[in-house]
């Protein structure tokens, strides 16, 4: 049996972190991890260049039963104090709309960072992981290469979400076997799809891409819509879906900031010769704005022969758009999982199990899960470092 001070399950963004944060001189630290690479969702994430963090992050960007909970590890540590590590290892890094940060090159510089802070603990791939158990003041877990005893623990196995690249529900299985409880789980940041009537108007329009408005439960957005073959994707679409549940219908603005039957009728009285069509492309994509005539029976008309109530129901087809989502596109898509470890069983300052000394829960599995734009990533910083610098000072 291999004898650890310190077991870290999951090699992603979170257990690399906490790796680095808990070494301590004479202590061996292991990080277990059933994946051939270490960190998939870094490398992928931000189309490859990797959204490491946002300027923004606060707790008011996180979802969770909660909502104070992530506000002690954020403040201990914010995203500049990222921002500085990824200074310090000559990181190129520019800052897109709302906050957001991005590597000018790979997002396997990020990982690369994250190996080279680690350095002296151990990282074991392509390693299995079974079951956990407490033995005395020890625990004993069962992994691929044989079992491993350990004086503490740390979970940062993630969620459910992307199970091509290997996601499971571990985490939360550990969970529940120490008698912690957890939170539904379900897909965040995802693509809604819709029945099909909704689709028929959707599915010619897969590929245009409108600014649009939406508010709901609480969330409020301004950022692109995406049509697609199977409903609606883009920023706007997948920061209200951590939002919405299934049943709930969804008003969208199609054209934020502009009254579209005033304006409407605004151009009747300067250009009544203009069809609605070609009125409606001044704010919206043509492709769009014929559809949008089409559905209404209004193809082929022009502005002047239309009169007040038929300009304000197209008006209001704009600026209040309902419909409802039959479900979205799952975990297969989905950029985090909503949900996981309730927060009232784990230790905000340290992530420590309340009732399980020794035992921790970092990152995703979680449940605090952050807005689209380097939030979740800087919640697994956070978190790690949490539980990381308890580790190394104990």
Not at 8 to 33: E, N
Request: charged share 20%.
């Amino acid at each position: 049996m291999e004898h650890v001070d310190l077991a870290i399950l999951g090699a992603g963004a979170a257990g690399l972190f906490c790796a680095g944060s808990a070494l301590a001189q004479g202590r061996r630290v292991v990080v277990i991890d059933h994946a051939a690479r270490p960190a998939e969702k870094i490398r992928i994430s931000g189309g490859g260049r990797c959204n490491f963090t946002n300027l923004a992050a606060a707790r008011d960007r996180f979802l969770s039963g909660n909502p104070r909970f992530a506000a002690s590890a954020l403040s201990r540590y914010p995203a500049q104090a990222f921002v500085e590590l990824v200074d310090h290892a000559g990181i190129a890094w520019h800052e897109k709309t709302q906050g957001q940060l991005f590597c000018d090159g790979k997002a396997t510089q990020i990982t690369d960072m994250l190996l080279a802070r680690m350095r002296g603990a151990e990282l074991w791939l392509d390693t299995t992981l079974g079951a956990l158990r407490h033995r005395g003041d020890r625990f004993e877990l069962q992994t691929g290469r044989g079992a491993v005893s350990a004086a503490r623990v740390v979970v940062a196995t993630g969620g459910k979400s992307i199970p091509k690249m290997g996601a499971t529900g571990f985490g939360y299985d550990v969970a529940r076997d120490f008698g912690l409880r957890c939170v539904e789980q379900r897909p965040g940041l995802v693509p809604l799809t819709f029945a099909d009537q909704d689709l028929a108007l959707c599915r010619p329009l897969a590929g245009v891409s409108v600014e649009a408005r939406i508010r709901h439960n609480g969330g409020d957005f301004r950022d692109a819509l995406l049509f697609t073959h199977r409903g609606l994707s883009g920023p706007v679409i997948l920061q209200i879906s951590s939002f919405w549940h299934p049943g709930e219908m969804l008003e969208i603005d199609l054209a934020p900031g502009i009254d579209a039957a005033a304006e409407l009728k605004r151009l009747r009285g300067q250009a009544g010769r203009v069809l609605l069509g070609t009125a409606l492309g001044h704010w919206l994509p043509q492709r769009l704005a014929d559809a949008v005539v089409t559905e209404a029976g209004l193809a082929g008309k022009r502005l002047a022969d239309q009169a007040n109530p038929a300009l304000e129901r197209l008006g209001a087809r704009i600026n209040r758009w309902q419909l409802r989502p039959v479900g979205t596109e799952g975990y297969r898509t989905a950029e985090v999982t909503l949900g996981g470890i309730d927060t009232r069983d784990l230790d905000a300052r340290t992530m420590q199990a309340r009732n399980v000394p020794g035992l921790y829960f970092i990152g995703e599995c979680v449940d605090v899960t952050g807005w689209l734009g380097g939030y979740n990533f800087q919640w697994a910083w956070a978190s790690a470092h949490a539980a990381g610098t308890a580790l190394g000072s104990a």
